[in-house]
Structures are given as structure tokens and as C-alpha cells.
């Protein structure tokens, strides 16, 4: 059977079958439907899915970069079951996948799901590239050491994994008196959200604070509302669509990406357009990746 005849609904992109085979893929795109510890506007279960589903409708022919990306290879992974037993275990079964993958050397693009998640990717960087940093784009700080009963959490995530490695986050616009006086502590610099936007901080100024090797986690309320409504979390006073593809174009030129994540998509909070700009935004970054492959 002709299987170019048949639409691949599961592919990303619905990329042909000859660019999206595991084997010969660059990049393994996992999907993670999870979002346990979310308190406000849940449904960030149903992002992945969303925004696979929206990829579809990608033109695949980028015209900033003026290529077709899906030519480095993106192959999709099927949905990784949610461990029911808790959010940290769910943090070990999303790691112990991606660690798998870069045995493989496969470039992991995690989908979520709740930015909880996070934590288990980038324990499997961390474990393959020793100067590791993570640049976190989202309106909130998450550094929280313990929310709601668990250390294992959306609003704690960035608290686990400064354990880890440096992180440098970007975009901030609401955290607690408990954050702050943790960053001040730990000596996190972040670059609020308003000086992005009055230009008080430039891309350079941020890619400097990273080390060489980066892993980027897209908190998608890291946008602004106008553009991003779909979120658990939203906060007015966000950056936009070109603000954060020149920063990620800038990062992408001065240092190496190895992985990102996308995650917090709540896709029935907003139009279909949400998912439509996360899927456009992660094929793009993969293109901007591709500079040094």
C-alpha cells in the first residue's frame, strides 16, 4: 500500500513519511499531555495535541529562513502516557525518555503539558553537556520551593533546576516576595518583561548571561495576552511575536541550542490561533537551530 497516499495526522507538520522516520530524524518531537498540578485555567493536557494538530496547516516552506525545515528530519513520537502516581514520577518517566533520545543524539523538542515537566528534560541535558544553561522564557518566575504540597510543580519548576545548572530567566512580569528574595539570594539575574519592551535590555545582554550550550523552556504565557490568551496563566504586559523570534534568533546565532520545550498551552482558554503561533514558533526554532547543524 501507497503510504504517501495517507494524510499523516500523528506527524508534525504532517511531514512526509521520507523526513519523519525515527532513524534518520535530527529532531524527535516528544508530546506530553499532562498537567496535574495546574490550580487556575487547566487543560494544558490537551496542548501537545493541539498543537500538532495546528502544525498541519504550516506552510513548510519558512520564509525567513528561505528553506523547507522539515528537510533536517522531524520525527513524532506517539502522546507518553501521564504516571498517575504524581508529578515527580512524571518527572522520572519524562526524563528516562529523554535520556534515551540523546543516547541517540536525537535534538528533543518536548510538547506539553505544564511546565512542571521541564524538570525531567533538561536533567537528561545536564547529565550529557556539563556547561549547560537554561534561558527561560515566561511571565512568571517559578521558583518556588514548595506549592501546594509538592516541590514538583509548574509554580516550582525553575527552583529544581537551578539545582542543576544556571538558568537566566526572560520575560518575568508577576512573582512572589519569596522569588524575589530567592533570586537576590542565588544571584539569578532576570530581564523583566518591561524592560524588554522599553528596550532596556538588549538580546545581547542576554545572550551573554548564557554559556555555551543552552536548553530553552518557552513558557508560552511569556507572550502577551493579546497574541497568547490560551494559557493556565496569563499575565498582561507581554512580549511579542518578532521581540521573541529576534531574541531566539540571536541565541541560535551566538550559542548552541540543544533542545527546547514549548509548554502551558490551554488550548480551549484562547482561539485556534494559539495553537497555530506555538506550532509556527517551534518550527521556526528549529530552523534558527539548524544554523549550526
Known amino acids: 500500500m501507497n503510504q504517501e497516499l495517507f494524510f499523516p495526522h500523528c506527524n508534525f507538520a504532517a511531514i512526509p513519511p521520507t523526513y519523519s522516520g525515527r532513524e534518520n530524524s535530527k529532531v524527535v518531537i516528544l508530546p506530553v499531555p499532562y498537567d496535574s498540578t495546574t490550580e487556575w485555567r487547566g487543560g494544558t493536557r490537551d496542548g501537545s495535541r493541539a ?29 507518553l502516557a501521564p504516571d498517575v502516581s504524581g508529578p515527580e514520577h512524571m518527572t522520572q518517566r519524562v526524563y528516562q525518555v529523554a535520556r534515551e533520545l540523546l543516547d541517540e543524539d536525537k535534538v528533543l523538542l518536548m510538547l506539553g503539558g505544564e511546565h512542571s515537566l521541564t524538570l525531567g528534560v533538561v ?18 518566575a517559578d521558583l518556588r520551593d514548595s506549592y501546594m504540597g509538592t516541590g514538583f510543580s509548574h509554580a516550582t519548576v525553575m527552583r529544581r533546576v537551578c539545582e542543576l545548572c544556571p538558568i537566566i530567566p526572560v520575560g ?9 528574595e530567592f533570586m537576590n539570594e542565588a544571584g539569578i539575574r532576570p530581564f523583566y518583561a518591561a524592560g524588554l519592551v522599553s528596550g532596556e535590555y538588549s538580546s545581547e545582554q542576554i545572550v551573554a548571561s548564557l554559556s555555551s550550550d ?4 518557552i513558557d508560552l504565557d511569556v507572550l ?19 521581540e521573541l523570534l529576534a531574541l531566539l534568533r540571536q541565541v541560535a546565532k551566538s550559542r548552541h541550542i540543544v533542545g527546547f520545550d514549548l509548554v502551558e498551552l490551554s488550548p480551549d482558554e484562547g482561539p485556534l490561533s494559539c495553537a497555530y503561533l506555538a506550532a509556527k514558533l517551534a518550527y521556526r526554532l528549529i530552523g534558527y537551530m539548524s544554523y549550526k547543524w
Open 51 to 79: 498543537i500538532i494538530d495546528a502544525s498541519r496547516y504550516l506552510e513548510l516552506y519558512d520564509i525567513e529562513l528561505a528553506q523547507e525545515i522539515y528537510r533536517v528530519g522531524i520525527h513524532t513520537l506517539p502522546e
Open 214 to 217: 543552552v536548553y530553552i523552556t
Open 172 to 180: 518575568i512580569r508577576s512573582l512572589s516576595q519569596e522569588e524575589h
Open 224 to 242: 502577551d495576552p493579546s497574541i497568547m490568551p490560551a494559557v493556565g496563566t496569563p499575565e498582561p504586559g507581554g512580549i511579542g511575536w518578532y
Open 123 to 140: 536533567r537528561a541535558y545536564r547529565e550529557k553537556y556539563e556547561s549547560l544553561s537554561v534561558l527561560q522564557l515566561d511571565a512568571h
